[in-house]
């Protein structure tokens, strides 16, 4: 009986435990349905400044523009802005970030280059600081989804450390968005700024819906219509200085988009997490059911054969 009561006491621990892992899936995904609505409302902004980066292209030259954010210098110093989670229970999603972050780190140093790291996220900041990294910034507890306001506090320490030539190029790791099953850690260059960069060029944007009881992406293809400047149109400033100003606007946006990628694939990968948790409780529960059954029906059967034996011997 002593067995039976410790798989019994078992089942209801796993079934408990379920119960947790789903409620975090469901909770994932709120937040992952959060973190599409704001990438749809800052979406119009988004689309407005590249169409005016890209009426200043064609009326200027920007190899030409003698811009600081423009200007490529000799690489000695390359500064690795790392985005990854601060909480865990999201499957591989932070240690693939920071291996991705370390990959690159080696291959710097093997050209004989320097780096620097800026981090987004307690998982990589608690990582490198236990390996004495040379680290200029480390940004915590920043909002499941991120903000505005966030993206341009990180982006202001980016310019300081390249506008005082600390570093002579800013590179971002962060994962890329693919699906709800699928991320992939990318490098991208955020400094300097590439002028082809600044084309247009068609985007998308990702929905979570829910169909059949099953959460699921769907993508929509979304192009930014480029708009030249009429060829007689007067500017009150100076192009350049007007180019100038919107270049950290430029900065801000891409890395805004970054950390919302970012967010969202860690929630996707924790609604992963989560559903593969509990598939594996209701397994669980389903072995330790039979499991149980068997030990009960084993105990009857004993019980039986004691009560048949005691009325043989009393016959």
Known sequence: MANLKLIRDRIQSVKNTKKITEAMRLVAAAKVRRAQEQVIATRP????????????????RFEEANLPLLRNRDVKTV????????????????TNVIRRAENRAKELKAEGLDYRYVLVGRKSTQYFQRRDQLIDGTYTGLEQVPTA??????ADQLLSLFLSETVDKVELVYTRFVSLISSRPVIQTLLPLDPQGLEAADDEIFRLTSR??????????????????PQDMIFEQDPLQILDALLPLYLNNQLLRALQESAASELAARMTAMSNASDNAKELIKGLSLSYNKARQAAITQEILEVVGGAEALG
Not at 149 to 154: F, L, N, Q, R, Y
């Open 45 to 60: 902004f988004a689309d407005r400044l590249a169409q005016v980066l890209y009426g200043l292209q064609t009326r200027l």
């Open 79 to 94: 500064g690795l802005l790392v985005i990854s989670g601060d909480r865990g229970l999201c499957g591989a999603y932070n």
């Open 149 to 154: 306001a966030e993206a341009s506090e990180i």
């Open 212 to 229: 059949g009881g099953q959460f699921q992406v769907e993508r929509q293809a979304v192009t930014t219509e480029a708009r030249t400047f």
